[in-house]
């Protein structure tokens, strides 16, 4: 069992970052809209065991001042059982963390989801390695989440 568990979270991993762009944004097509997306999304990461510590609505925000993005909606996640061993390793990686998903519909009609990948995020930093465990298990993460509500 804890071999198929370590094949999923390194595929995932592998997905992952074979389409993040040169700046470590991973960019996945959602198959539903905004906030049917978010909802799933939520939803399997509550499933799973994961805090969910905000939903910000980014669209309804720039209504408020008379401006239009678009939806665009951030989900704020974590487990401190895989955070705390960064900020740990590496206080200043609690400017970063807990992770972030963000759900927003594109010039084209799209509704994309992105996130930061845990490694180009947290591995800039100087106490944490690139090879730590929690990178893994943060990138696993965001793959399979991610994955879930994607085309």
Excluded: C, W
């Excluded at 071999?3 to 991993?13: D, P, S, T």
């Excluded at 900020?87 to 084209?108: A, H, N, R």
Aim: charged share 20%; hydrophobic share 45%; no cysteine.
């Amino acid at each position: 069992m804890m071999r198929i568990l370590m094949a999923l979270v390194m595929g995932a991993f592998l997905t992952g970052a074979a389409m993040a762009g040169e700046n470590g944004i991973v960019r996945k097509e959602a198959a539903a809209g905004v906030t049917e997306t978010v909802d799933q999304l939520i939803a399997t990461m509550e499933g799973a065991g994961l805090k969910i510590f905000a939903r910000v609505d980014h669209g309804a925000g720039a209504q408020s001042i008379g401006a239009d993005i678009g939806a665009s909606q951030l989900v704020i996640f974590g487990n401190p059982k895989v955070g705390t061993p960064a900020i740990q390793d590496d206080p200043v990686s609690g400017l970063f963390l807990p992770m972030k998903v963000l759900v927003y519909e594109d010039g084209t009609g799209k509704t994309m989801i992105a996130y930061e990948e845990p490694a180009k995020m947290l591995g800039r930093l100087g106490g944490v390695s690139e090879d730590a465990a929690y990178i893994q298990t943060m990138t696993g993460a965001l793959g399979k989440f991610t994955g879930s509500v994607a085309k």
